[in-house]
């Protein structure tokens, strides 16, 4: 069985940063890659970026490009999300998810985190 724990997340003025990590314990080996999902309140998950554990191919979400980047320590089984120039539409519940390529949902179904909250107060 595979745990994701989700930790970083908090309450930030827009314009500041936030790192969200995202500890992987298991049979993490199962998956290729780990992606971020949000939700904000009424709306549905969508996408934000994705890492592949053996070449490091990252892809992200148009709305995020330039501001947030996904990196991975495969010695620590820990991806993390550097959030900046955060604004308050980015206010969602962030998950972690393990999958096939985590472009999509779909591709990111084999494990999810418990999701942590990211508050961009305006």
């Known amino acids: 069985q595979v745990q994701l724990v989700e930790s970083g997340g908090g309450l930030v003025q827009a314009g500041g940063s936030l790192r969200l990590s995202c500890a992987a314990s298991?049979?993490?080996?199962?998956?290729?890659?780990m992606g971020w999902f949000r939700q904000a309140p009424g709306k549905g998950r969508e996408f934000v970026a994705a890492i592949r554990w053996d070449n490091g191919y990252t892809y992200y979400a148009d709305f995020v490009k330039g501001r947030f980047s996904i990196s991975r320590d495969n010695g620590r089984n820990t991806v993390y999300l550097q959030m900046n120039s955060l604004k308050p539409e980015d206010t969602a519940v962030y998950y972690c998810?393990?999958?096939?390529?985590?472009?999509?949902?779909?591709?990111?179904?084999?494990?999810w985190g418990q999701g942590t909250q990211v508050t961009v107060s305006s």
């Open positions: 998810a393990a999958g096939s390529r985590c472009t999509t949902i779909n591709s990111c179904s084999d494990f």
């Open positions: 298991g049979r993490t080996f199962s998956s290729s890659a």
